[in-house]
């Protein structure tokens, strides 16, 4: 029976990280929450979970908080995530999630933390030449914020080598969905990713959704993607986390997906079919930096951790994420 350790989740008020709180509570795990609310939400945290407002890259927090909750673990999620945000403003991209990686993972070995587990991205694999994507393809990331998660991943790989620390990265598709009893979900404001920009749209709080090319070397000329229920990968973080545990010894690196797509046609018209009802649609220029298609080849996770998706249907996730968009303008004024 592995031991359940205090867990420390950095951004636990934010979208994955909050999912993640819940997963792990869910599981009975002890966990705390560190998180600087820039992006984050206090009521996202749940009641009874110690919360402690403030920076990864406070030394003197982290030292505290590590030895007031006896921390077994660090999941970290902390950062920031915008993609275009990240070409235009590469030197926040580079603080937030590459220092502050490294200020973080200083603390962790200072304090002797024994596992990390890190929310890296198939952005850093930019465009790859195959699909579906494998961890072992080119890691080329085409933007800063690729990039600044990539230098993490380097980091953890020296880092475990010479310290006694094991990680996970965990290289995530398409985050989508919210929580099944809608106790969280994506809730920042000026959203870009599309099943959350297609919810609100659906209920009113978008005029349309614009689609980035329909030129793309897919079925039906719109991209594809691995979308991945987020209450799905708060589950592989916890089974990774157990994994670490049970053999310190083994770092691991996988990729997070379904290892399937849907093009933006097929999410909006699973959209649709939510709502009964029609939203607009208005055909656009390409994106730039898109690739056709990005899926994951997820043999390695489902060969080393007993995951087992719960929410893979795309009607499921698109109706997770409706209701707690509801939610949030009922409840949150979002
Ligand atoms: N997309 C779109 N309209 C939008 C947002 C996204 O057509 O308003 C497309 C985008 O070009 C890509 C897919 O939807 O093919 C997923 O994009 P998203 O921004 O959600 O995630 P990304 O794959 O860029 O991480």
């Known amino acids: 029976m592995t031991q359940k350790l ?14 993640a709180v819940l997963a792990l509570a869910d599981a009975g795990w002890p ?5 600087n609310l820039v992006t984050g939400f206090r009521w996202a945290v749940p009641d009874g979970v110690p919360f402690y407002e403030g920076d990864i890259e406070d030394a003197g927090l982290l030292a505290r908080i590590f030895a007031e909750q006896k921390i077994g673990a660090v999941m970290h999620f902390a950062g920031s995530v915008v993609v275009p945000e990240s070409v235009v403003d590469p030197l926040k991209y580079y603080h937030n999630n590459t220092v502050k990686s490294r200020a973080l993972l200083a603390s962790a ?3 002797g933390v024994p596992h990390f587990i890190f929310s890296s991205t198939a952005a850093t694999y930019g465009i790859p030449d195959v699909s579906p994507v494998a961890e072992d393809c080119p890691q080329v ?4 914020y690729g990039m600044s998660k990539l230098m993490t991943e380097a980091m953890l790989g020296d880092v ?3 310290h006694p620390l094991n990680f996970c990265a965990l290289r995530y ?3 989508a969905g919210a929580d099944p009893q809608a106790r969280t979900g994506q809730s920042t404001a000026g959203a870009t990713h599309l099943i959350k920009v297609a919810v609100e749209a659906a209920l009113g709080k978008r005029e349309a959704v614009d689609i980035f090319g329909s030129d793309y070397a897919t079925p039906d000329g719109t991209g594809v993607r691995d979308y991945i229920h987020v209450s799905d990968l708060a589950a592989a973080h916890v089974l990774a986390l157990e994994a670490l545990i049970a053999e310190p010894a083994r770092s691991l690196t996988m990729n997070c997906g379904y290892g399937r797509g849907f093009s933006v046609l097929e999410v909006l018209d699973a959209v649709d079919r939510a709502t009964n009802a029609r939203i607009t649609r208005r055909m656009g220029p390409r994106r730039a930096g898109d690739p056709d298609a990005l899926i994951s080849d997820n043999r390695l996770i489902k060969a080393t951790l007993p995951w087992v998706p719960r929410h893979a249907d795309l009607d499921t996730m698109v109706t997770h994420a409706l209701a707690w968009e509801r939610k949030l303008g009922e409840t949150r004024g979002g």
Do not use: E, W
């Open 173 to 175: 598709f398409n985050v």
């Open 6 to 19: 205090p867990v420390l989740v950095t951004g636990g008020a934010g979208y994955i990280g909050s999912h």
């Open 31 to 35: 966990v705390c929450v560190i998180d």
């Open 109 to 111: 070995v200072q304090a």
């Open 141 to 144: 990331p085409i933007n800063p």
């Open 160 to 162: 475990a080598k010479a």
